[in-house]
Structure formats: structure tokens, C-alpha cells
């Protein structure tokens, strides 16, 4: 039985494409694309190396093939034939079929051939013989072709095509053209090395960027170059004949390379440059010339300027141990310096303990959602700067990030001694910072290990200070705290406390109360405050001052913040579906939600997602978060522009501008309960209630006040005609269930208290 050889893959491949292009085999293919005989010459003139290689290796090709009629040709990498050699009978039949050089070969114009093929599978021989052809017109043909390229980069150049009538094919021409173009890749790689090298000759010897010194075997300098000159600061005139020990500081080597055969390589040296009061760091080598028999004739050295390298790498070294923006030591060499130092006192170099000093700023946080982050930065430099002028001898202060420093004291020698050191650096913050105009006073708290009383080890103290300073924090901050053992269980409950609030978030824990919200003249409720509260499973409802700074800390009162907009304005919503008159849902805004950049994009998906109209939606910001004017003000405009109501909480406790305030896109002040609690018997909170209520109406505001707990500061808010009042004089906060099934009975209770 007869077997039928298989077509190759890319012969098959190649014909489906033509199938499904819809060309039709019995038409006869003529190329789309053709150069102008000016681009043809642009092309010849850009490949005039590559052509005459291939010419060369071409024409033997066809030298050792004579008698067989063949057409050699040369595509460049895109199949745009450049040349033709060989058979005129063949060249002339082609030349009628429109194929000449200037045309270009490509699967969709010309269907399945071997230029295009060999380009597209450039490291395989091609072949495409007789019927292989899709185009029934080139059926008694035979084609073959390599594609060449430049080895050392990879580079595809183009490729090398023989063609010959169908009978004259013979397998051994794939072969030989793969011989002959590795023929001509070898050539064109080795014209190409020597033209490299040929320059680099010529940079090397006529105006090499490396100083070069050429000696003869006495030691006399006999080359000498401009870089060389312009190092040394030695006319090439001087130099020439002179002996290499003129040269310091490379003398002494190039003449052990003349008397001892020795060689260097990477040698750093440095020139002083006198007039300039700088240095140029240079690496030298210096190698022995010998001639053809192996006798030493000379000496050559080249020194290269290393200078951007060596300031780059002490630039590095010093950013690899130093914090940028402070330029404080960082982490890393803090670590660095205390291991060595504990390594030391463990020797009894140092005679006293150690100090671990661990100082975070109080309220730092504020600044930066309040006052923009460049303002922060500019904080903490004012920060380091106080810190490091008030170290003493043998004294480190690093940061750590963020606003985090560690201090360093070796050599304590009892605890009034640390006692001493530390008071001094909280009395650095009795002094205000400005920032921009900005007078902000900030504390620190600081906590403090000592070795080796608590702890052996960097991060056993590390972690024992860090301990320290947040139980300074939780006694009221702005003062230090020395650890001690018991911490250990503070910290525990720490962490327990941030795992159980995440699985607050996931397991539905937490849940809205809801506080009434008073019109002052009526009696009706107007709208509610949303609290939040955590159904705790074990500790049972914990309040939020519990859990909201834990939050903060950790990063989650962003998804805190989201889930009590979205739950809030879900049952705004549904209690206005079962009935319930419509009204103002408040809801509180942490600082970091109202610094985000997307906060009215979001307000806005929230109110479109459970179909609330944003006229019952009032979101409370405090005072203090309104303190970056540039972001406050286009985002309460956002807000205001959406429809929804903004609340200025805790008014009068922060640090607002009056001339800003008339900017803002506000509805209302909230007088803060810190004001309202002694109203009725403490004279200057009654002057401050007065006063803001007469400066917010006549801005056209409403004023809330909250915290009414007794009748009689309810008169007097009243008298003062403040528009509305919560607290728990009318209810506290309450479940959203209480107030859908209590409504009406609620409100009697309320107008009852009037």
C-alpha cells in the first residue's frame, strides 16, 4: 500500500486561512503592495551590506546548482522583494504575474508562498512545492526559503527564496539554503562585531571617556589621552617621556605591573581637583603589555570616572538609614544601632542600662484629615527637627513611620535619670507648631523598656515600649509610661478586641439606634440621629466610644461608615413605605470618610440604590474636619448641589473659621452638649449658646442643639428661639422597631414635656 505524505502543518494552517479569506485558487494572485522606485532605492541603500553578503553566498549557490534553471531572491523582515538573481526565463515569467522587486509578499495578497511563511516561522526552513501552492496558477512551481536575521540580538532581517519549476525540485536545496544562510549570518555578525570593534578603537584611542597611560618597559609615559589630562591636571606635552612615578597616586602600581608583571583591576583612587574644591573617584586597572614572544614591552592603565557613582551610592547608603522626608535615621539603622549597642553593654562596654523610648503622636491623625497631608508632613519635620535638638551624647531618635520615633538611651543609670530625659522631650510640645499659618498644639505619648529588666532581644523591647506607649495613650495621653509585665494582658484584650470587631462586620453584630429630633416650637419630631451600637455576643451592647477609636486606628471605620449610611437610609426608607411621616435622617461622617475623594459619588449610589430622595438625608460633620478649606468646601457644594442636608456637629469645640463658614454649603449648627449641660447656671456657656444661635440665623442656618437632659434648658433654648433640640429629656436613642410601632405614642410623649 502506497502511503500519502502529510502536508506540513504551516502549508495547512496557511490554506485554511486562504479558505476562510474567500480567495478563489483558480484566480491568479497579484501582490497589493509595491514601493516607489524611490523607496526601493531608500530600502537597497539601507540593506547595500546585507545585499552584497547575500549576493556573494547567492551566487554560489547558484554557481554550484548550474544547470538548473533557478530564481534566487532577497525579501527584507515586512516581504517586500529587494532583489533577484538567477534564471531571466523564470524572472521574466514571475515579472508577468506582476512579482518584481519593490512588491511585497503577504498570505492575504498572494496566498500560501514561502516569503511570507518563512518571515512568520523564522526559525523554520520553509518549502512550498507544486500543489502545496493555494493558487492553482503556481502548481508547477517549487519554492524554498530560510529566513536570516541577526544572531547576537535576534534581529529578522528577511529572507533568502530559490525557485525553480516543479520538476527540478530536490530536497537537498532546503538544505542548502539553510547552509548558505548560516553562512551569511556568520558574516553579517562578524562585519558587524568588527565595526563595533572599530569604534570602540576609535572611542578608545582618539577620545576615550577613560583616562589612558601607555608605558614602554623602562616606565617612560608614552600615551597619555585628554581624559587622562584632564584628571590628573598633566598636559599631555608634560607627561609624554616623563617616568610613570610622576603620577600619583597610580605611580606605585603601573611600576609594580613594569617590575613585577603584576596586574590590578578596580583599584578606586581620587584626584583632588584644586580649583574646583572637589574630587574626582576614579576605579584604575593596570595590566602588563607583552608582544608577540611573550616579552614584556609596557605597561597600560585606564582609570574611569566614578564619581555620579560613588555620590550615588553614599546618597543610597545614607536613604537606605535615613527617613526622607525628616531625615531622621529610620528603622533600619535604629535596629542596626540598638543591636549593637545592647551586643556592647552585654560586653560591659557600657555601664548602665539601656532605654527603649517608643513616642507617637496624639491626635496626629486630626491634622491630616483636617489640615491636608502636606500640612502633616510639614508637622512631623517640625517635629524632628525639636526631637533631634534635644538629644545628648551617644543619643539616637529615629522614625519609625507615619508619626512614629523611637528613642535610643544608653548608659541610663536609674530611672530618674530616664525620668529626667524623658519630661524634657514631652516639654518639646508645650510650644505650639505652625504650619502655614496654622498655630496647632499636639501631644505625645511615650512608652518605655529598658534592657535588660524587660526584655534581652531588639523586638522584644521594641514590641514591650510600643506596649508602653499605648497604655500611655488609653491613661489620657500626653505622658509616658515605663512598661511593666502586666501590659501583656491589655494588649491581648487589644487584639481581641479588633478580631471580634471584624466579625462584627461580617456576622450582622452591629446595630442603628435612633434619637429623636425636636422641633422646638411644635413639639413634632423633625428627624433622628443614627447611633451606632454593638450587639456584642458575650460583653453585650457596647457603645461606641468602645470601639469607634479601635476603628479609627485599625483602618475599618471606612466600612463602618458605609454600612451605617447604607443601613440608615434603608430604614429612612422603609419606615416612609409603612406610613411613617417622612423625615431627616442624620447621619454622622468620620474624618477619614469625609477626606475621601469620592464621598458625594457615594452618598449619591447610596440614595439611588434604595430610592431615598436625598432631601432626607443629613449628614453631620464636626468642625474640625471642615479645617481643609480646599477640600471642605467643593465637597459640601457636591453634597449640597445633590440635595442632601449638612450638619455642622460639636460646634463651638473646634477650630472653624467665621470667614470660611459663610462658604460652606451648610443647613445647620449643632451646639455641642459639652455647652448645653449648664446652660441654666454657668454664665459663659449661656453667652456662647446666645451667640451662636443669634450668628447662625442671621447666616440663614437652623441650630440643633443636643444633650437636653432637663426642663429647664429646654426653656432656655426656647426663649433664645433655638430651632431644634434632641437628648434625653425626650428619648434616648431607640431601636428602629420602637419607633415604627410606637410612632404616634412617642410624639404624645414628646409634646407632653412642653
Known amino acids: ?273 584644586k580649583d574646583k574644591d572637589t574630587r574626582i573617584v576614579c576605579l584604575f586597572d593596570a595590566f602588563p603589555i607583552y608582544d608577540e614572544s611573550k616579552h614584556l614591552i609596557g605597561a597600560f592603565g585606564q582609570f574611569r570616572n566614578i564619581t555620579e557613582r560613588f555620590e550615588a551610592e553614599e546618597r543610597y547608603n545614607y536613604l537606605a538609614n535615613h527617613d526622607d522626608l525628616t531625615k531622621l535615621p529610620n528603622r533600619r539603622y535604629y535596629k542596626k544601632q540598638v543591636t549593637t549597642i545592647l551586643e556592647q553593654t552585654r560586653q560591659g562596654i557600657h555601664r548602665g542600662k539601656v532605654a527603649i523610648m517608643y513616642l507617637d503622636l496624639d491626635r496626629f491623625k486630626l491634622v491630616n484629615d483636617t489640615l491636608g497631608h502636606s500640612n502633616g ?75 535588660p529588666n524587660d526584655g534581652w532581644d531588639i523586638e522584644t523591647l521594641m514590641v514591650h515600649a510600643d506596649t508602653a506607649m499605648y497604655r500611655a495613650k488609653h491613661l489620657g495621653k500626653n505622658q509616658y509610661i515605663v512598661y511593666s509585665s502586666n501590659m501583656r494582658t491589655k494588649s491581648h484584650e487589644k487584639i481581641v478586641m479588633e478580631t471580634s470587631l471584624r466579625k462584627a462586620l461580617e456576622n450582622g453584630e452591629l446595630k442603628l439606634y435612633y434619637q429623636p429630633q425636636v422641633d422646638i416650637k411644635t413639639g413634632g419630631i423633625k428627624g433622628v440621629e443614627a447611633l451606632i451600637r454593638w450587639q456584642h455576643p458575650v460583653m453585650g451592647l457596647v457603645p461606641p466610644h468602645k470601639f469607634i477609636p479601635l476603628a479609627e486606628e485599625t483602618g475599618l471605620i471606612i466600612q463602618l461608615d458605609q454600612w451605617v449610611l447604607r443601613t440608615a437610609c434603608q430604614q429612612n426608607k422603609l419606615w416612609q413605605e409603612k406610613g411613617l411621616p417622612p423625615m431627616r435622617m442624620s447621619v454622622n461622617l468620620s474624618s477619614q470618610q469625609f477626606s475621601r475623594e469620592h464621598l458625594v459619588d457615594t452618598v449619591k449610589e447610596v440614595l439611588e440604590e434604595v430610592g431615598l430622595h436625598p432631601r432626607y438625608l443629613e449628614l453631620e460633620i464636626t468642625e474640625t474636619m471642615t479645617m481643609d478649606v480646599e477640600h471642605t468646601i467643593p465637597t459640601l457644594k457636591g453634597l449640597h448641589d445633590l440635595g442632601v442636608q449638612i450638619s455642622i456637629d460639636d460646634f463651638g469645640t473646634g477650630y472653624s473659621s467665621l470667614n470660611y463658614l459663610k462658604k460652606f454649603s451648610i443647613d445647620r449648627l449643632k451646639i455641642d452638649q459639652s455647652f448645653v449641660r449648664d446652660i441654666t447656671t454657668d454664665s459663659n456657656d449661656s453667652d456662647i449658646v446666645e451667640t451662636i444661635i443669634a450668628m447662625a440665623h442671621n447666616m440663614g442656618l437652623e441650630v440643633i442643639a443636643e444633650g437636653v437632659e432637663r426642663k429647664d434648658q429646654l426653656r432656655f433654648l ?27 405614642q412617642l410624639q404624645r410623649l414628646i409634646k407632653d414635656k412642653y
Request: charged content about 25%; proline content about 3%.
Open 718 to 744: 426656647q426663649i433664645h428661639k433655638c430651632n431644634e433640640v434632641q437628648g434625653y429629656y425626650f428619648s434616648e436613642p431607640i431601636t428602629a422597631e420602637d419607633i415604627e410601632g410606637n410612632f404616634e
Open 1 to 273: 500500500m502506497l502511503s500519502v505524505q502529510r502536508e506540513p502543518d504551516y502549508i495547512a494552517e496557511s490554506k485554511l486561512y486562504c479558505r476562510k479569506a474567500g480567495m478563489d485558487p483558480k484566480e491568479i494572485p497579484y501582490p497589493k503592495m509595491k514601493m516607489t522606485p524611490k523607496e526601493l532605492e531608500d530600502k537597497r541603500g539601507e540593506y547595500e551590506e546585507i545585499l552584497s553578503v547575500v549576493q556573494f553566498f547567492s551566487q554560489k549557490v547558484l554557481d554550484s546548482l548550474k544547470g538548473t534553471p533557478l530564481l534566487l531572491s532577497v525579501s527584507d523582515e515586512k516581504g517586500f522583494i529587494l532583489h533577484m538573481m538567477g534564471d531571466e526565463t523564470i524572472k521574466n515569467t514571475i515579472n508577468q504575474l506582476g512579482i518584481k522587486p519593490g512588491v511585497q509578499f503577504t498570505e492575504q495578497s498572494m496566498g500560501t508562498n514561502v516569503v511570507s511563511l518563512s518571515l512568520k516561522h523564522s526559525g523554520l526552513p520553509i518549502q512550498v512545492i507544486g500543489a502545496d501552492h493555494y493558487h492553482e496558477c503556481l502548481h508547477q512551481i517549487a519554492c524554498y526559503a530560510v529566513a536570516f536575521h541577526y544572531t547576537d540580538i535576534g534581529d529578522l532581517l528577511g529572507s533568502i527564496i530559490i525557485m525553480t519549476a516543479v520538476e527540478y525540485q530536490n530536497p537537498l536545496m532546503v538544505t542548502m539554503l539553510s547552509i548558505t544562510v548560516d553562512s551569511i549570518e556568520r558574516e553579517l555578525l562578524l562585519r558587524k562585531q568588527n565595526r563595533q570593534l572599530n569604534i570602540m578603537n576609535q572611542i578608545m584611542m582618539e577620545n576615550a571617556t577613560n583616562g589612558i597611560i601607555i608605558t614602554d618597559k623602562e616606565g617612560r609615559i608614552t600615551g597619555f589621552n585628554r581624559t587622562a589630562q584632564s584628571f590628573t591636571g598633566l598636559s599631555k606635552e608634560l607627561a609624554l617621556g616623563r617616568s610613570v612615578l610622576c603620577l600619583s597616586p597610580m605611580d606605585h602600581y603601573i611600576n609594580d605591573v613594569i617590575l613585577h608583571g603584576k596586574k590590578y583591576e578596580d583599584i578606586q583612587i581620587s584626584f583632588e581637583q
Open 377 to 451: 508632613d510639614l508637622l512631623l519635620k517640625q517635629v524632628a527637627d525639636r526631637l533631634k535638638g534635644c538629644l545628648e551624647s551617644d543619643e539616637i531618635v529615629a522614625r519609625m513611620g507615619g508619626d512614629e520615633f523611637m528613642f535610643l538611651l544608653p548608659d541610663i543609670m536609674d530611672e530618674q535619670h530616664i525620668k529626667q530625659r524623658v519630661e524634657k522631650i514631652l516639654d518639646l510640645f508645650s510650644t505650639p507648631f505652625n504650619m502655614n499659618g496654622y498655630e496647632f498644639h499636639i501631644t505625645a505619648s511615650i512608652g518605655i523598656a529598658i534592657y
